[in-house]
């Protein structure tokens, strides 16, 4: 079936230090994949998307994300984080066809002083 | 540009009575709205995809009945909670797809959210 796996539910990191966030799906094709960032009580906001071409994308804020097709993985990355970068952040991706997108569960970054 | 906007963006209503929620496209034409439903510390799940003109696709297990859905004109969708209960407090968020984008692009922009909460 299809998914998509957000394996870790909480991270907290230090202000500063290096971030990654995991993004696994499953899906018979190469999906369209997303990142999304949310506030609390707030919509969604893009950071970056790929749909083909250079696996590395750069996105807003500082994020970047990498496409790795052997490992059905699309990972976010930034390498210095900021206390405003606390929030929910959400994989997704797209199906294509219906434009069906599906969500990950999310994983909540908290980032300490 | 690409601006999605909810309105209310909360609402408290009584048990039993309906509950309009506006979503509207600002600066594009969408062909296809969706509607989102996200509980506390929860994923978003889609509850249904709505195009212009056109009756919605539910998601297997939302009542269309409950949950009504139309998309009047390529700005405006409306989601309407009918006989709302306690239990259908939660966020509900829409997205749409623009007229203009290349039919696989699948990207959404995404409204603000409208908080529902039913005593």
């Known amino acids: 079936a299809q998914s998509v796996t957000q394996p870790d539910i909480h991270i907290t990191v230090s202000e500063g230090a290096s971030l990654e966030l995991r993004c696994n799906y499953s899906y018979g094709a190469t999906p369209y994949l997303f990142w999304y960032v949310q506030s609390p009580g707030q919509g969604l906001q893009l950071l970056l998307k790929y749909f083909s071409g250079d696996t590395l994308v750069q996105g807003i804020k500082g994020f970047e994300a990498e496409f790795k097709r052997s490992q059905s993985s699309f990972n976010l990355r930034k390498p210095s984080v900021h206390w405003s970068d606390a929030a929910e952040y959400f994989c997704a991706v797209g199906l294509g066809g219906n434009n069906d997108m599906r969500f990950g569960a999310g994983t909540r970054l908290t980032v300490k002083p | ?119």
């Open chain 2, 1 to 119: 540009g690409a601006v999605v906007s909810q309105h209310p963006s909360r609402v408290i209503c009584k048990s039993g009575t309906s509950v309009k929620i506006e979503c509207r496209s600002l600066d594009f034409q969408a062909t296809t709205m969706f509607w989102y439903r996200q509980f506390p510390k929860q994923s978003l799940m889609l509850m249904a995809t709505s195009n212009e003109g056109s009756k919605a696709t539910y998601e297997q297990g939302v009542e269309k009945d409950k949950f009504l859905i139309n998309h009047a004109s390529l700005t405006l969708s409306t989601l309407t909670v009918t006989s709302a209960h306690p239990e259908d407090s939660s966020f509900y968020i829409c997205s749409a797809r623009a007229l203009s984008q290349p039919t696989r692009s699948n990207e959404q922009f995404f409204g603000p959210g409208t908080r529902l909460t039913v005593l």
